[in-house]
């Protein structure tokens, strides 16, 4: 996105809130890195508004919202005038909701988690959580491979046949 012109600069204040500048991005995509370990430095970043923290996160506003409604994600900070505000807290939990939620952990699954979380559950406990849905992730990842190799397999018997037919 280019940096906001003129033109823009003129647009409501309601507009402006939601715009997310290339220094914003920016921000953005280095609070990510701090989140997810790229970068062991303390945080210096002011919190990011919902669309910036959807931005980075590759994911839609509305899904945060919905993490949200449903308990997975915590109510994030909020400014004077109502706004979600992400700081580096609730940006690192809902990087790993979305690394759950990739790894094919469901809505129900993520919501136990969570649940456990908020009702102190000890490492031990979220530990255990987390290795049976580590399991499940290793048993589908098997059955995966296995289709892959057979999906390769009839890719190399179509070739074969081919180029079989073309001598």
């Not at 600069?9 to 914003?24: E, H, I, K, L």
């Not at 690192?92 to 988690?113: D, H, P």
Request: aromatic share 6%; proline share 3%; net charge neutral.
């Amino acid at each position: 996105m280019p940096p906001i012109s003129a033109a823009h600069a003129n647009t409501t204040t309601a507009a402006r809130r939601y715009s997310v500048t290339t220094d914003a991005r920016t921000r953005a995509r280095t609070e990510l890195r701090t989140i997810t370990g790229a970068d062991n430095r303390e945080d210096t970043h002011e919190p990011l508004t919902i669309r910036a923290a959807a931005e980075i996160l590759g994911i839609s506003v509305d899904t945060i919202r919905y993490y949200e409604k449903e308990g997975i994600a915590p109510a994030p900070g909020r400014s004077s005038n109502g706004w979600r505000l992400y700081d580096q807290a609730a940006m690192s939990w809902l990087a790993g909701v979305i690394m759950l939620r990739g790894t094919g952990m469901n809505v129900q699954e993520m919501k136990e988690y969570a649940a456990a979380y908020r009702a102190g559950a000890n490492d031990e406990e979220r530990l255990s959580l987390l290795e049976q849905h580590h399991a499940v992730v290793l048993e589908r990842l098997a059955e995966t491979t296995r289709h892959l190799r057979a999906l390769e397999h009839k890719i190399t018997a179509y070739k074969t046949a081919l180029h079989g037919n073309q001598g």
